[in-house]
C-alpha cells in the first residue's frame, strides 16, 4: 500500500500545484455557462415543476465539471509521462497493476469531486439548492469521477501524441457530455432523439445526480445508478486487463 499511496499522492500534488489551472479555470468555465444561459433563458423555462431554470441548470454544470476533471487528471498524466519518457520510473516500480490502477483512479475522482464541490459553492451565490437525496449525489457523483478516470487511463494508455488526446477528448469526452441533458431535459427532445440519449452513458449519470438534487429527473434513479455502476466496473475489468499486459506501456 506504500507505492499506491505513494503514487495517489503525487497525482494529487501534480495538479494541486497547478490549481488555478486544473481547478479554478474549469470553476470559471462552469459560471460563465451559468451566467450565460440562466440569463438567456432563466425566465423563459421552467423543465421541472415548481425548479427555476437556473437551478435546473447548476448540478448538470457540476457533473460536468466533475466527469470532465476526472478524465483529464489521468489522461494528461500519463499522456504527458509517456511523451516526456518518464513513465519508465513508474513501470520499473514495484507496483502492481492493480496498485497503478487504484492510484490514478482515486486521483482522478478526487480533482472531480474538488472542481465539482466548488463549482456547487460558487453556485450557491444565484441561488438555494435542495437536496433530496444527498447519498444518491455522492454516489453518482464518485461513480462518474471513477467512470471518467477509467476512461482517462484507457485514453492515456492508448494515445502516442497529445493530438490523438486532443481528439479523444474533442470528438467523444465533449459531445457526450453537451448531449447528456446538461442544459435540457430529454423530454422536450424529438422521439428520436429522446431514444438516442439512451445510449449515452453520460445522461445517466447527469440525470441520476440531478435525481438526487430535487428528487425528480428523466428516467428512474435505480436505472441510472445500474447503467453507470456496469459501465464503471466494464471499464475498469477493460483498464486493468491493458495494464497487466503492459498495452502501449511496455516495449
Known amino acids: 500500500m506504500i507505492g499506491m499511496w505513494t503514487l495517489f499522492k503525487k497525482e494529487i500534488l501534480r495538479f494541486w500545484r497547478v490549481g488555478f489551472q486544473t481547478v479554478a479555470a474549469p470553476v470559471i468555465t462552469g459560471l460563465l455557462y451559468l451566467l450565460i444561459f440562466s440569463h438567456a433563458l432563466g425566465s423563459r423555462v421552467e423543465v421541472y415543476p415548481g425548479v427555476s431554470y437556473t437551478a435546473f441548470l447548476i448540478p448538470g ?55 465539482g464541490t466548488c463549482v456547487w459553492m460558487v453556485a450557491l451565490f444565484f441561488v438555494d439548492l435542495p437536496m433530496a437525496q444527498p447519498l444518491l449525489i455522492l454516489a453518482f457523483a464518485v461513480l462518474g469521477g471513477g467512470l471518467l478516470g477509467t476512461l482517462g487511463i484507457i485514453a492515456g494508455i492508448w494515445a502516442d501524441k497529445f493530438d490523438q488526446m486532443a481528439a479523444f477528448q474533442n470528438f467523444l469526452i465533449m459531445p457526450l457530455s453537451f448531449l447528456s441533458g446538461v442544459f435540457y431535459s430529454i423530454h422536450s427532445l424529438p422521439p428520436f432523439w429522446q431514444t438516442a440519449s439512451h445510449f449515452n452513458p453520460f445522461f445517466y449519470m447527469i440525470d441520476g445526480f440531478r435525481h438526487g438534487f430535487f428528487g425528480q429527473g428523466d428516467i428512474a434513479p435505480e436505472i441510472s445508478l445500474t447503467v453507470v455502476g456496469v459501465s464503471f466496473l466494464a471499464l475498469s475489468w477493460l483498464t486493468l486487463l491493458l495494464l497487466r499486459s503492459g498495452y502501449k506501456l511496455r516495449g
Do not use: C, D
Open 61 to 115: 454544470l457540476i457533473m460536468m465539471s466533475l466527469l470532465q476533471n476526472a478524465f483529464a487528471n489521468s489522461s494528461s498524466s500519463l499522456i504527458q509521462s509517456k511523451v516526456m519518457g518518464n513513465i519508465v520510473f513508474l513501470l520499473l516500480t514495484p507496483l502492481s497493476y492493480r496498485e497503478f490502477f487504484m492510484a490514478f483512479l482515486l486521483a482522478s475522482i478526487i480533482r472531480g469531486l474538488v472542481v
